[in-house]
């Protein structure tokens, strides 16, 4: 799992980066600039943030992300008043809290929202015949264990846990690869690929969408074909 924390105080920053560590891998920015690219550059599992911050506002991260993704987002922020956090939820986010916090509350709040968006996070993606235990990293296909390694599995879970959603070839390689990887964006197309004829060779290319000209989605409903 990864996630991204902003928040100009490094204090609470880093305090965030710690209690969510126990879930996952984090990343920080501490302005809403560098924040919103980072968090519209990359699928992360959930965005945390702060309201005040220099160069943009917290609503206005959360306003423009709500334009271009379901992401889940949880603000973490000194403004205490009800109208701030109806101001908040009414944004997008899908929960408040308000500084200071007690930690196992913000873990319990964060793991709530994570069981939200995904019924098996703790465990496995089930549909259809397939099952992608995030644990162990294996993919069974009708009861038939399935030999994924490194970046194919890497990009497989990507897509399953961002399901229904398009995620861009930016935002894949990003993720996996990295923002300062000198790797070429192309070597995205070169892992779909040979992602796409695993799946069909068990009969599953049709789940791995192409959208055109936007990027790649994981779907439910199994298309009659692959795309």
């Known amino acids: 799992m990864k996630f991204l924390v902003i928040d100009d105080n490094n204090k609470s920053n880093q305090s965030i980066v710690e209690t969510l560590s126990k879930l996952g891998s984090c990343e920080s920015a501490y302005d809403g600039i560098d924040g919103l690219y980072m968090a519209e550059a990359k699928a992360y599992d959930l965005v945390v943030l702060e309201l005040i911050l220099p160069k943009k506002s917290g609503i206005e991260i959360i306003r423009a992300l709500r334009k271009k993704s379901n992401c889940p987002i949880l603000i973490v922020s000194a403004l205490s008043t009800v109208e701030k956090r109806i101001e908040g939820l009414r944004a997008g986010a899908d929960d408040y809290i308000v500084k200071p916090f007690h930690r196992e509350e913000f873990l ?32 069974k296909i009708n009861g038939e264990y399935v030999k994924t390694s490194g970046k194919i599995y890497d990009i497989l879970e990507c897509l399953i846990r961002s399901r229904n959603i398009i995620v861009s070839k930016d935002q894949l390689f990003n993720k996996i690869w990295g923002l300062d990887s000198e790797t070429v964006i192309t070597v995205i197309e070169v892992y779909m690929s040979k992602l796409r004829k695993l799946l069909e060779s068990y009969g599953c290319g049709g789940y791995l969408k192409t959208i055109k000209n936007l990027g790649y989605m994981w779907s439910d409903a199994k298309s009659a074909a692959s795309d």
């Open 108 to 139: 319990a709040r964060a793991e709530a929202i994570l069981r939200r968006y995904n019924d098996n996070f703790y465990s496995k993606y089930v549909n259809d015949g397939i099952e992608l235990d995030y644990n162990s990293k294996m993919l």
